[in-house]
């Protein structure tokens, strides 16, 4: 970007010290593209450079002030330009004064608390990044480099299985099973639907992973549902004692950990989705809310730390009351 017919005299670059050997994760970007960044969790330190490099080696660059900036903020789409900051820490590299060379300036944040995964949904943006900026008259030199951060969380102590009973009085009654109510990213749900009375002509029965975005509060609340996942588990009519077992993985899904009320901002809350079509291609359906978490692939030493934090984080915030009593698929049943 130019002013006044001259350029940006210097080239800014923010350089981590273990870039080498730090794993890097894909993420979505806003315009729905996968990028990889470098993988960051709670507690961990983050030290690098900040490199400048003047373009011109025989001109001078004055300057207010150099720093470097660890930020985490949350934007909501409908209200951009108002970033909401839950982290952020300043490190000043450079006082007021002159560069006459290239240089490099050390940084480091010293076990940094990351208490949120990094998101990007329908209507938020969770992320973290370092913003380097030196300080100048007419308008600042700045570098952002942004990382990812995941959430890890140990197995839930309690994860009792998910048993209802369900259906519409006298045409149907079926009673569904999933074994566990709380699942790590790549887990299997596994369970089975059993049929106690069938008098509807069922044509096809499916089971939808539903994911449900909860943005701002009061009167300027939005919900956006994405289905993630459609699995057939039925084509065809069952009858009256017939047990169809669930094998769903998980894996293969763009799935992101259960986040509950994250900073007073949004939620992302995800639902299985039974749904039934009979011969009429009437819609029978029942959903139960299901937690997600992530699993660390491998324990490291230096992960316990945050690892024990996280754990304590999940078991505190995710954590599903009593199963929800029985209720009806549907309140209209026509023979």
């Known amino acids: 970007m130019s002013f006044f017919g001259f350029g940006q005299s210097v080239e800014v670059e923010i350089l981590l010290n273990d870039a080498e050997s730090r794993k890097r994760a894909e993420h979505k970007t806003e315009d729905g593209k996968k990028e990889k960044y470098f993988l960051f969790y709670d507690g961990e330190t983050v030290s690098g450079k900040v ?62 608390e990351k208490p949120y995964e990094s998101y990007t949904g329908q209507n938020v943006k969770l992320r973290y990044f370092l ?99 459609k699995y057939e588990i039925m084509d065809g009519a069952p009858v009256r004692g017939e047990s169809i077992p669930i094998r769903l993985f998980l894996a293969g899904y763009e799935l992101t950990p259960t986040m509950r009320d994250i900073n007073k901002k949004f939620s992302v809350r995800y639902y299985l989705n039974l749904v039934l079509i009979d011969e009429e291609e009437r819609r029978y359906f029942k959903q139960q809310e299901v937690v997600l978490w992530r699993k660390g692939d491998i324990v490291r030493k230096s992960m316990s730390h945050q690892a024990a934090i996280a754990s304590q984080r999940f078991e505190g915030t995710t954590s599903l009351g009593e199963v929800r009593t029985p209720s009806q698929l549907s309140d209209n049943c026509r023979q």
């Open 51 to 112: 490199s400048l490099a003047l373009k011109n080696p025989n001109k001078r660059l004055e300057h207010q002030g150099i720093k470097i900036e660890f930020i985490g903020q949350i934007e909501l789409y409908y209200d951009r330009g108002n970033h909401h900051e839950f982290v952020s820490l300043v490190k000043d590299l450079a006082r007021p004064g002159e560069i006459t060379q290239s240089q490099a300036f050390d940084f480091e944040f010293t076990h940094v």
């Open 131 to 229: 913003r380097a900026t030196i300080s100048r008259r007419l308008n600042d030199v700045v570098k952002e480099m942004d990382i990812v951060v995941h959430t890890l969380s140990t197995y839930p102590e309690l994860n009792s299985s998910i048993k209802m009973e369900v259906g519409i009085e006298d045409c149907l009654h079926i009673e569904f099973e999933y074994n566990k109510s709380k699942y790590h990213l790549k887990d299997v749900i596994v369970g089975k639907i059993y049929f106690l009375l069938v008098r509807i002509k069922i044509k096809h029965m499916e089971i939808d992973i539903i994911k449900r975005e909860t943005t701002g509060t009061g009167p300027n609340v939005y919900h956006e549902n994405d289905t993630i996942a």
